[in-house]
């Protein structure tokens, strides 16, 4: 069962619809015909590589751009709590930030059903969020801080979040390694006929690994459902695009495989392309989207994000693009809410985040016991060095 979240009883001109989002985006389709509908040309036009390509405009109303404004706020703000928590030292170990790219994780998810699948590399916080596959920032912020209560009981990590259920697998530590897992989600898919698409992601860094190409090759020649978005934050842990890679044009990597580049920064551009891309790979097998996104962050935190880039040009894509920005403005524009209706959201997001993490902060860590839990399917009983320490689970 997907988390429930309360998202405001303001709003009044909007409809009951908006009043609680049960579904597994805060990006709810439309369903309320009293909700404003507005159309939106794009700016930014796509790039095509070997196919015709997604909507150049899209519909949207109060209840969708809402619902993506709260839902890219929230990731946003479990982020900055994150950052937060880490230079306090409660956080350990590896830490990776989503923030800029927001609009690339909600705007896909709208696409896809609770069936789909979606895999991802280490900078995965957010997919818990999206995906519903940790239920909220308290599951995040505790497996962050290592407590029992995280969404992977605390083993897991920055890097390793994961749920089987919702059919999120991570969250996986090494470069590129998800993509042949990724290839192989979607290879199930077709070979159980359950009508379902995986959605593999990798950054511009693993686009230069070896092992997403033989993915290609084989998603290519089994013609499987599988989405392959190469989120191109164009630093990769450090290093310009323009100087990592010969060919910056990623959406053409597949060379057989179509591609299309995506403004990454618009939520409602990812959203169409995610779209068409769900009713193409159905049909035809896998396709590339390059999402042109920005990491406002270091690579890690043990990146200062500034010595390969200077803080004039991350200024400038926060003024100019910021993907909460966009959306927030195309909002007031069209009259959809008004600027103290935003207000009152992101105070509701803010107390929400605070809960979060005093949530984690008090939650239990795993107990000794735990280390031993989770190895095997089917319960084992552990065998202690001592008879006396060996227990059943």
């Known amino acids: 069962m997907f988390a429930t979240r309360r998202v405001t009883s303001l709003l009044p001109s909007i409809g009951n619809t908006f009043q609680l989002f049960q579904t597994r985006s805060y990006a709810k389709k439309p369903t309320s015909k009293t909700s404003k509908s507005i159309q939106i040309d794009f700016k930014v036009p796509y790039q095509l590589h070997k196919c015709d390509g997604p909507a150049t405009s899209t519909t949207t109303n109060s209840e969708e751009a809402l619902g993506f404004y709260r839902e890219m706020n929230y990731i946003r703000r479990m982020e ?4 937060g928590l880490y230079k306090q030292k409660k956080i350990r170990g590896f830490l990776h930030l989503y923030n800029g790219q927001e609009a690339v994780a909600s705007g896909l998810e709208y696409a896809l059903t609770p069936e789909d699948h979606v895999i991802t590399a280490y900078r995965d916080h957010a997919f818990m969020v999206t995906r519903r596959a940790g239920g909220t920032a ?5 497996e962050l801080m290592g407590k029992k209560t995280g969404c992977s009981k605390g083993k897991g990590g920055s890097m390793h979040m994961y749920n089987a ?6 969250g996986n530590g090494i470069v590129g390694a998800q993509c042949p897992v990724g290839t192989g989600l979607a290879f199930a898919q077709k070979y159980l006929k359950n009508g379902g698409v995986t959605v593999t992601y990798y950054g511009d860094g693993a686009a230069n690994q070896g092992q997403l ?8 020649l089994w013609k499987l459902p599988v989405i392959y ?3 191109n934050n164009q630093y990769a842990m450090g290093t310009s695009t323009k100087r990592a890679s010969f ?7 597949g060379d057989f495989i179509p591609g299309v580049l995506v403004d990454g920064m618009n939520v409602l551009t990812v959203k ?5 891309a769900v009713n193409f790979v159905k049909e035809n097998g896998p396709i590339i989207l390059e999402m042109k996104t920005y990491r406002y962050f270091g690579h890690s935190m ?7 880039r200077t803080r004039d040009e991350i200024n400038k894509i926060r003024e100019e693009s910021d993907p909460i920005n966009q959306i927030k403005n195309i909002i007031l524009e069209h009259q959809l809410a008004t600027e103290e209706e935003l207000k009152e959201i992101d105070k509701e997001i803010r107390q929400e985040i605070d809960e979060a993490i005093a949530y984690a902060e008090k939650s239990p860590e795993p107990s000794t016991e735990d280390l031993f839990m989770d190895v095997y399917v089917e319960k084992t009983r552990v065998r202690g060095t001592e008879l006396a320490n060996s227990f059943s689970p």
């Open 80 to 83: 900055i709590a994150a950052d």
């Open 138 to 142: 308290k599951e995040v912020l505790s």
């Open 165 to 170: 259920k919702t059919h999120f697998y991570g």
């Open 213 to 220: 190409f033989e993915s290609y090759n084989m998603a290519a």
């Open 229 to 231: 978005v190469c989120e």
């Open 247 to 253: 060919s910056q044009e990623y959406f053409k990597r």
């Open 272 to 276: 169409e392309a995610g779209k068409y």
């Open 302 to 308: 043990s990146d200062p994000g500034t010595t390969y």
